[in-house]
T-cell receptor
Framework: GQSLEQPSEVTAVEGAIVQINCTYQ??????LSWYQQHDGGAPTFLSY????GLEETGRFSSFLSRSDSYGYLLLQELQMKDSASYFC??????????FGKGNQVVVIP | GAGVSQSPSNKVTEKGKDVELRCDPI?????LYWYRQSLGQGLEFLIY????????KSGLPSDRFSAERTGGSVSTLTIQRTQQEDSAVYLC???????????FGSGTRLTVV
């Protein structure tokens, strides 16, 4: 089976840095992805890590450690529009994408 | 089309009725997923289609749920004899290559009264 753990909510001010952690347990592993979902909207793809290390895409970076079954999403220079839920998702050996419960980020002025 | 299209966007139905939800994936995307999301919750995997292979139905919660994908494109998710616990947003996603992520539709909000 699969399970993904994410903390539930974090509040931060504009310009700050937020790290969202994800630990996973899965049978077979083909990568860790991150998705952003605004209230009432569809999840949108942010990043994908198949190998260990840090992937940087603009203000967002994602990290993976396969030996620790752990990854994180780093949001830098927070903006109000970054207020959303962030989900980690693991692609297992059967090519299913399993999502964590998500972490709500609230950005305040 | 430019994105994944789902219809209807909202559906209110009476308990016990059958409903059909439709998903039009991005043209050329071979992989198609259905997920269910209850209020404030994560995404629950329902079913996965990949090309012409047999679908992975392991996430369907009961035999009242079924899905098909015709011609490797449009997919319909059918829920028979709906129950109140079926109320949720049903999301469809498609992908050409898993490494580049999945594109989600805006979902169908199903309310069973």
């Amino acid at each position: 089976g699969q399970s993904l753990e994410q903390p539930s909510e974090v509040t931060a001010v504009e310009g700050a840095i937020v790290q969202i952690n994800c630990t996973y347990q899965t049978s077979g592993f083909y990568g860790l992805s991150w998705y952003q979902q605004h209230d009432g909207g569809a999840p949108t793809f942010l990043s994908y890590n198949a190998l260990d290390g840090l992937e940087e895409t603009g203000r967002f970076s994602s990290f993976l450690s396969r030996s620790d079954s752990y990854g994180y999403l780093l949001l830098q220079e927070l903006q109000m529009k970054d207020s959303a839920s962030y989900f980690c998702a693991v692609r297992d050996g059967n090519n299913r994408l399993a999502f964590g419960k998500g972490n709500q980020v609230v950005v305040i002025p | 089309g430019a994105g994944v299209s789902q219809s209807p966007s909202n559906k209110v139905t009476e308990k016990g009725k059958d409903v059909e939800l439709r998903c039009d994936p991005i043209s050329g995307h071979t992989a198609l997923y259905w997920y269910r999301q209850s209020l404030g919750q994560g995404l629950e995997f329902l079913i996965y289609f990949q090309g012409n292979s047999a679908p992975d139905k392991s996430g369907l919660p009961s035999d009242r749920f079924s899905a098909e994908r015709t011609g490797g494109s449009v997919s319909t998710l059918t829920i028979q004899r709906t129950q109140q616990e079926d109320s949720a947003v049903y999301l469809c996603a498609s992908s050409q290559d898993s490494n580049y992520g999945y594109t989600f539709g805006s979902g169908t909000r199903l309310t069973v009264v």
